[in-house]
């Protein structure tokens, strides 16, 4: 059973930071060309669609948006289940020399991160790979951290982020759960 600790992020603190992610992005790249977002299921993809809409309304320049299914590069493969449930992966471009956003609600072990990063590999290899996370929150098993991120939030691992988006809760917030 978990229940709500707190409110950490609205609607409108949401949409600040994924514009502000959209922002650094631009920044650190010299502008969107050669640019591409993809989102790691399921809530990764909304996500980088919306920081792709907001690189657009800057650069005026579209910016092409895939979605990752990380299940087959998972290292726990074998603890989730028998018979794991694949989605579609759809990524409508090459990733060979592009430069490659990852983008994801939540950063927690690194491990959801590393798995992204053996999929793009697995389609090409790019000029760069660099990381976007809506929510930080600490305990890394492996040495990954994120290019850009939203909010770093410190938490216990008896804690959960919850993070909602409309696609999938109707409504946009980010929750800190505890579990009893």
């Known amino acids: 059973m978990s229940r709500v600790k707190a409110e950490l992020m609205d609607e409108a603190a949401v949409n600040r930071a994924l514009t502000r992610i959209a922002h650094e992005i631009i920044e650190?790249?010299?502008g969107s060309e050669n640019v591409c977002l993809v989102g790691i299921r399921r809530r990764g993809v909304p996500l980088a669609r919306r920081i792709a809409?907001?690189?657009?309304?800057?650069?005026?320049?579209?910016?092409?948006v895939g979605e990752l299914d990380i299940m087959l590069y998972r290292d726990d493969l074998t603890k989730i289940a028998d018979m794991p449930k694949v989605n579609k992966t759809r990524v409508p471009f090459p990733v060979s020399d592009k430069r490659i956003v990852i983008v994801d609600d939540v950063l927690y072990t690194g491990r959801t991160a590393r798995a992204a990063i053996e999929a793009i590999?697995?389609?090409g290899r790019p000029a760069m790979i660099q990381l976007a996370i809506l929510v930080?929150?600490?305990h890394r098993?492996?040495?990954?951290?994120?290019?850009?991120?939203?909010k770093n939030i410190p938490t216990s691992r008896s804690e959960?982020?919850?993070v909602k988006l409309p696609e999938f809760?109707?409504?946009?917030?980010?929750?800190?759960l505890?579990?009893?």
């Open 28 to 30: 650190r790249n010299d």
């Open 53 to 64: 809409e907001r690189i657009e309304s800057i650069e005026n320049r579209e910016v092409p």
């Open 121 to 123: 590999f697995a389609m």
């Open 136 to 138: 930080d929150r600490g």
């Open 141 to 150: 098993e492996l040495p990954i951290r994120a290019d850009y991120v939203g």
């Open 160 to 162: 959960v982020i919850a």
């Open 169 to 176: 809760d109707n409504e946009t917030s980010v929750q800190i």
């Open 178 to 180: 505890t579990v009893d």
